[in-house]
T-cell receptor, first 115, second 113 residues
């Protein structure tokens, strides 16, 4: 089945130790998104890629970076995780970024713990 | 700026009964899309139903239907014949022409057996 896959599902890192979360998709969608979701809250968009074009949200901390080496993969890098970065990180995709092709498909998420 | 409000942090319903989750939004746009997403505990977010603002007919998907009142800027979700698997956080979301989803705070739905 076509889907959005996130690895790992659970990640533990130490305060200040860089960590990378990965996302892959078999939907061949143009757009990939990274969200941060804290407990029982709505997801917060960090950034998205439209093809190779990177779009950062204005309030996303510099500590968060992303890479998209090809259509299928996208990575979230947290350069120096703080305790406040502990959250669920959701990857999503959509065929397009505007118009009717807007439906976002979500992965299962990676729960990040910072010790 | 657009906003989405879900005024019910938590709702509970007896299995097999009907429940309605409320959502209101504020926008000056005339063309937009509205969504209900479901997020079960420890499971991924899935789209339940969507509504295009230009369509007057309310969207339905099996046991899920919406009551879209454009003038009132209201978009409620009705779940009929509630099942245990419906227990989840439900998020209402809005999108206009761009990519950004504007999310409500969510409603936790509890199903009583």
């Amino acid at each position: 089945d076509a889907m959005v896959i996130q690895n790992p599902r659970y990640q533990v890192t130490q305060f200040g130790k860089p960590v990378t979360l990965s996302c892959s998709q078999t939907l061949n969608h143009n757009v990939m998104y990274w969200y941060q979701q804290k407990s029982s809250q709505a997801p917060k968009l960090l950034f998205h890629y439209y093809d190779k074009d990177f779009n950062n949200e204005a309030d996303t901390p510099d500590n968060f970076q992303s890479r998209r080496p090809n259509t299928s993969f996208c990575f979230l890098d947290i350069r120096s995780p703080g305790l406040g970065d502990a959250a669920m990180y959701l990857c999503a995709t959509s065929r397009d970024a505007g118009g009717p092709s807007y439906e976002q498909y979500f992965g299962p998420g990676t729960r990040l713990t910072v010790t | 700026a657009q906003t989405v409000t879900q005024s019910q942090p938590e709702m509970s319903v007896q299995e097999a009964e009907t429940v309605t989750l409320s959502c209101t939004y504020d926008t000056s746009e005339s063309d937009y899309y509205l969504f209900w997403y479901k997020q079960p505990p420890s499971r991924q977010m899935i789209l339940v139903i969507r509504q295009e603002a230009y369509k007057q007919q309310n969207a339905t998907e099996n046991r899920f239907s919406v009551n879209f009142q454009k003038a009132a800027k209201s978009f409620s979700l009705k779940i009929s014949d509630s099942q245990l698997g419906d227990a989840a956080m439900y998020f209402c979301a809005y999108r206009s022409a761009g990519y950004q989803l504007i999310w409500g705070a969510g409603t936790k739905l509890i199903i009583k057996p």
